[in-house]
């Protein structure tokens, strides 16, 4: 079985785009340099991440939420790298 990247195949749905919020400061770490950490993610996933340019407004601390769409539990596996990441490096 080949892992299919990109856009969804026939029989394959995209699920809900998932949301999570992620601390404006780590941002530049979830997109790394040149985008090379979010475009790594997204290839080892299969899911398409959308990061905001700008915080959320209000948002105190400020934050961005982050739309991660895919398919099946794909966005969740993205989610959960995004969070190993800023836990591990976002110190």
């Known amino acids: 079985q080949m892992a299919r990247f990109g856009t969804p195949g026939p ?4 699920g ?3 949301m999570m919020k992620v601390p404006n400061q780590h941002v530049g770490l979830v997109i790394g340099k040149g985008g090379s950490t979010i ?5 080892r996933t299969g899911t398409r991440i959308q990061i905001p340019s ?3 407004a209000g948002s105190m601390p400020p ?5 991660i769409s895919g398919v099946g539990d794909a966005p ?3 989610q ?12």
């Open 63 to 67: 934050v961005r939420t982050v739309t």
């Open 76 to 78: 969740a596996r993205a």
């Open 80 to 91: 959960y790298e995004i969070e190993a990441l800023i836990q591990t490096q976002g110190h």
């Open 54 to 56: 700008q915080a959320d």
């Open 11 to 14: 029989g394959q749905t995209a």
């Open 16 to 18: 809900p785009a998932l």
């Open 39 to 43: 475009r790594g993610i997204q290839e």
